[in-house]
């Protein structure tokens, strides 16, 4: 919630339900999406703060 806020909790909810519906192919697609889309897209303000999470 922290890097969210209290309104985006709902999105954040649907993508997890909805990845969780996906097979095991579309899963990995998906990840590999996302590794792709942070080599050159990441915001570097947002990955600072993804550091400083407790137990994370």
Do not use: C
């Amino acid at each position: 919630m922290a890097l969210f806020g209290k309104n985006s909790i709902p999105d954040v909810d649907n993508l997890l339900t909805s990845f969780y519906q996906l097979d095991d192919e579309a899963k990995q697609e998906i990840v590999e999406t996302i590794q792709y889309k942070l080599k050159y897209h990441k915001d570097p303000e947002r990955a600072e703060q993804v550091k400083h999470i407790k137990k994370w």
